[in-house]
C-alpha cells in the first residue's frame, strides 16, 4: 500500500512568488492535514480538510491557502512568499473519523524561500 | 482545551545507555497519545500509541511509554539506545471520541553519542 506521497520534494521560490504543493493520501482516507515545521519551531498546525470541506484552520495568514479534490488530494497555496515561510511543510491523512487514533505522515516538501 | 509539554528540548546520552523522554499533557477528559519520530530531511513515524488497556505500550525500536493518568503524564524510555535512535521525538494527544485533530509537543531532540 503506497503512503501518504507530496510532490515536489524540494522546491526554491523568491520572495513575493506564489506555490502549490500537494498530497495524495493513503486510499481510503479522507482527512488530509497540514503542519508547517520551521526550524526550531516544531510542527505548527495549518489546515485540515475532510470531505472537501476545510474543517479547521491553524494560526496563520489568509495568503496559506488550500483545498481538497473529490479524489481526497489536495493542495496546499502559498501567496506572496516571504522569507519566514522557509519550512519543511508536512502532510498527513488519516480516516476522519479515527483521526484521533493517528496520522500517518508524508516525508513533507522542503520550501526554500530567497 | 488539550495541550502537551515536552519537558526536555534536547537530550544527550552515551550509546547503550538508557533514556527516558517526558511528556505531559492537559486534558479534562479522557485521551489518546502518541509518540511520533523524526530522523533528519524526513517526515514523522508513529514510534507507539496508546488508546486503552494496558498502561505499558510497546512501540517499534525498542521503545515503550507508560501511561500514567495521575500524573498525566506519557514519557517514552529506552534501556539502550543506538546511535541510529538520533531524531526528533513529538509527542501528541488527541481527545477520545468525538472528531479531533492531534496537538503537538515541541519535540525533544535526542542526541546519542558514541
Known amino acids: 500500500e503506497a503512503g501518504v506521497t507530496q510532490s515536489p520534494t524540494h522546491l526554491i521560490k523568491t520572495r513575493g512568488q506564489q506555490v502549490t504543493l500537494r498530497c495524495s493520501p493513503i486510499?481510503?482516507?479522507?482527512?488530509v492535514y497540514w503542519y508547517q515545521q520551521a526550524l526550531g519551531l516544531g510542527l505548527q498546525f495549518l489546515l485540515w480538510?475532510?470531505?472537501?470541506?476545510?474543517?479547521n484552520r491553524g494560526n496563520f495568514p489568509p495568503r496559506f491557502s488550500g483545498r481538497q479534490f473529490p479524489n481526497y488530494s489536495s493542495e496546499l497555496n502559498v501567496n506572496a512568499l516571504e522569507l519566514e515561510d522557509s519550512a519543511l511543510y508536512l502532510c498527513?491523512?488519516?480516516?476522519?473519523?479515527?483521526?484521533?487514533?493517528?496520522?500517518?505522515f508524508g516525508s513533507g516538501t522542503r520550501l526554500t524561500v530567497v | 482545551a488539550q495541550s502537551v509539554t515536552q519537558l526536555d528540548s534536547q537530550v544527550p546520552v552515551f550509546e547503550e545507555a538508557p533514556v527516558e523522554l517526558r511528556c505531559n499533557y492537559s486534558s479534562s477528559v479522557s485521551v489518546y497519545l502518541f509518540w511520533y519520530v523524526q530522523y533528519p530531511n524526513q517526515g514523522l513515524q508513529l514510534l507507539l500509541k496508546?488508546?486503552?488497556?494496558?498502561?505499558l505500550v510497546k512501540g517499534i525500536n525498542g521503545f515503550e511509554a507508560e501511561f500514567n493518568k495521575s500524573q498525566t503524564s506519557f514519557h517514552l524510555r529506552k534501556p539502550s539506545v543506538h546511535i541510529s535512535d538520533t531524531a526528533e521525538y513529538f509527542c501528541a494527544v488527541s481527545v477520545s471520541g468525538g472528531y479531533n485533530k492531534l496537538i503537538f509537543g515541541a519535540g525533544t531532540r535526542l542526541a546519542v553519542h558514541p
Open positions: 496508546y488508546l486503552s488497556g494496558s498502561t
Open positions: 498527513a491523512s488519516s480516516f476522519a473519523r479515527l483521526a484521533n487514533y493517528g496520522y500517518t
Open positions: 486510499s481510503g482516507h479522507t482527512s
Open positions: 480538510y475532510d470531505e472537501g470541506e476545510e474543517r
